[in-house]
């Protein structure tokens, strides 16, 4: 999406959560208690000159009200809708972010999911945009259809007018652009009178764009939610082995997509080795197995490990059946299994030794939309995870 540059915008914000669960596998089953929050530094200074990371940790206890903070920034008939839908007290991620928010600065909203983020950015927009004016003021950029309609209705509630005022100033207006949806009833609305706000995922965005339908002359606020790129989930990675310090670990990342293939990309499980290698971390010897070595090759990679010492294997599901290295104390799961069959195969590498007393551990890195997932694994395989930071 190249049509716009970081001045021609009144804010641009990035939102992201990512969550790292963790369970024991063997032998028994006590959970591990939360070390730390993983804080991600702002991942936009080459877009704007003022990137502020909105910090979701203080020790400032504040008792400001939602209307205090918003008092002067956004228009009173949606401070009382907010009141009337029952925000009064801001979140932490709200009471830390507004002030900049509306000092109209761009920000990163880095917190942990369900902590309000949403509602942070859609009080900004807020307060930037005139609703008396058929134009699209805000652009909010979500990556799934179902995060989409979450986002599409808390704004449509928000902009509702509040019971009491019946007349008043024209409320703001919702468009879902979203992947499956119907984009030529979309065309006639954005051709007949723009929203004021748009929530849309990439691919029905590009084609409003291309098409020269949407139009985002006068939008003022960007909103890339859900922002969870490779880069984050490897410093997640990172941060995980040298907290973990794992005697001997395995990381499973999925196979490289054919399309992924065709298109020349150097394979995600080479990017991952070069990565952990040219870290900071000292993964010196970072050990490789995946289908397209060949079997001599493979073999040779397996027999070193079992040599003796400790090892560190970055491997796609190949490794996940049949392969014996008893002394694997954690898996990591940087990429989420396909299915909890190949889950249960990936966390059975670990806690193979009958008598050893040793805990071992099974770490998924995850996004938002990933959740589902692994619990679907949880509730087909009875087990629990436990949400370690985000
Ligand atoms: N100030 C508030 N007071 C009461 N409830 C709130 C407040 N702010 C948000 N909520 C509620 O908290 C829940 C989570 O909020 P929200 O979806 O905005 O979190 P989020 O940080 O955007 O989550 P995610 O990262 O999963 O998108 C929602 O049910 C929302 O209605």
Not at 43 to 49: E, M, Q, V, Y
Not at 161 to 176: D, I, Q, R
Not at 356 to 364: G, I, L, R
Request: charged content about 20%.
């Amino acid at each position: 999406m190249a049509c716009f540059s970081a001045t021609q915008l009144h804010t641009l914000l990035w939102t992201s959560s990512l969550n790292r669960t963790s369970h024991h596998f063997k032998p028994n089953y006590t959970y591990r208690t939360p070390k730390f929050l993983f804080r991600q530094k702002p991942l936009i200074a080459s877009f704007s000159t003022s990137d502020v990371e909105a910090r979701t940790e203080t020790k400032d206890s504040s008792t400001a009200t939602l209307r205090e903070l918003c008092h002067g920034h956004v228009p009173e008939h949606v401070i009382r809708r907010v009141e009337e839908v029952g925000y009064v007290i801001p979140t932490e991620v709200q009471l830390q972010a507004l002030p900049f928010l509306y000092s109209g600065r761009d920000c990163v909203l880095h917190a942990q999911t369900g902590s309000g983020k949403t509602l942070a950015y859609l009080l900004q927009i807020l307060s930037v945009i005139d609703s008396q004016r058929s134009a699209v003021q805000a652009l909010i950029v979500v990556p799934t259809r179902e995060l989409g309609m979450q986002v599409t209705k808390v704004a449509r509630m928000l902009a509702a007018k509040p019971s009491e005022l019946e007349s008043g100033p024209k409320s703001c207006t919702v468009m879902a652009l979203l992947d499956g949806g119907m984009l030529n009833r979309h065309k006639s609305w954005l051709k007949a009178e723009p929203p004021t706000i748009v929530v849309a995922t990439m691919g029905s965005l590009c084609q409003m764009l291309e098409k020269h339908i949407l139009k985002l002359d006068s939008c003022q606020v960007l909103v890339v939610d859900e922002v969870c790129t490779k880069r984050e989930k490897n410093q997640v990675l990172l941060s995980l082995l040298q907290v973990d310090s794992p005697e001997s670990a395995i990381i499973f990342v999925s196979e490289q997509s054919e399309k992924s293939k065709k298109a020349g990309n150097a394979p995600p499980i080479t990017l991952l080795v070069d990565f952990l290698m040219s870290s900071s971390g000292g993964f010196s010897n970072v050990s490789l197995l995946e289908e397209d070595m060949n079997f001599n090759k493979r073999a040779a990679s397996l027999s070193e490990l079992r040599g003796g010492g400790g090892y560190l294997l970055v491997a796609t599901d190949i490794a996940a059946r049949g392969v014996d290295l008893p002394e694997t104390t954690h898996i990591y799961n940087f990429d989420i299994p396909k299915d909890a069959v190949n889950y249960l195969h990936r966390a059975g590498r670990t806690g193979r030794k009958p008598f050893s007393d040793k805990k071992c551990f099974v770490t998924s890195i995850i996004t938002v939309e990933e959740r589902f997932v692994l619990q679907r694994f949880e509730n087909e395989l009875m087990f629990c995870c436990e949400q370690l930071f985000f």
